[in-house]
T-cell receptor, first 114, second 111 residues
Framework: NAGVTQTPKFQVLKTGQSMTLQCAQDMNHEYMSWYRQDPGMGLRLIHYSVGAGITDQGEVPNGYNVSRSTTEDFPLRLLSAAPSQTSVYFC?????????????FGPGTRLLVL | GESVGLHLPTLSVQEGDNSIINCAYSNSASDYFIWYKQESGKGPQFIIDIRSNMDKRQGQRVTVLLNKTVKHLSLQIAATQPGDSAVYFCAEGSGYSTLTFGKGTMLLVSP
């Protein structure tokens, strides 16, 4: 298994540009999520999904859109990038319920908005 | 402990010492708690978890203690090694797998 993969690893955008951060997992996990991590901060939840066709907002959803058309993929879209969105973005996935509640994280995408 | 502003609290230990990293959580209704390790340039990696009906759980070289009375979680690492140097996060969750993360503690292990 490749686990959770994210592309790109690094990206530089100009203010106002749009882009999509890709996330895929091959573990058949129902739950997928996007976090952002800023210096000296923990991870903050942007959006999450409990299955294909179902998404919901996390703690900091403004400026981001998501969709979940398949179990495997959970892309994060920045519609009009702002310098405040400079951050490291992590995608994560896990099984729902039961005793396996640990999330597996991808390697991250480092985004700089100028 | 929890960070203030942009600066992570840092714990510096010698190789071979035992390390204790602390975390205060906020939600008394959380069902489970997880410790993650994050090395520089990588995503968080699961270390150990504990459910709210337990007060202690042991893994390989790690022990998590949960004190629900004061909403406190700790991670003990035995015989700390240079490879343990990283940022450690606690996280709390309930129901579906939505987690709330602490701000992290940096552990520095010197040989």
């Amino acid at each position: 298994n490749a686990g959770v993969t994210q592309t790109p690893k690094f990206q530089v955008l100009k203010t106002g540009q749009s882009m999509t951060l890709q996330c895929a997992q091959d573990m058949n996990h129902e739950y997928m999520s996007w976090y952002r991590q800023d210096p000296g901060m923990g991870l903050r939840l942007i959006h999450y999904s409990v299955g294909a066709g179902i998404t919901d907002q996390g703690e900091v959803p403004n400026g981001y859109n998501v969709s979940r058309s398949t179990t495997e993929d959970f892309p994060l879209r920045l519609l009009s990038a702002a310098p405040s969105q400079t951050s490291v973005y992590f995608c994560a996935s896990s099984y729902l319920g039961g005793t396996q509640e640990t999330q597996y994280f991808g390697p991250g995408t480092r985004l700089l908005v100028l | 402990g929890e960070s203030v502003g942009l600066h992570l609290p840092t714990l510096s230990v010698q190789e071979g010492d035992n390390s204790i990293i602390n975390c205060a959580y906020s939600n008394s209704a959380s069902d489970y708690f997880i410790w993650y390790k994050q090395e520089s340039g990588k995503g968080p990696q699961f270390i150990i978890d504990i459910r709210s009906n337990m007060d202690k759980r042991q893994g390989q070289r790690v022990t998590v203690l949960l004190n629900k009375t004061v909403k406190h979680l700790s991670l003990q690492i035995a015989a700390t090694q240079p490879g343990d140097s990283a940022v450690y996060f606690c996280a709390e969750g309930s129901g579906y797998s939505t987690l709330t993360f602490g701000k992290g503690t940096m552990l520095l292990v010197s040989p």
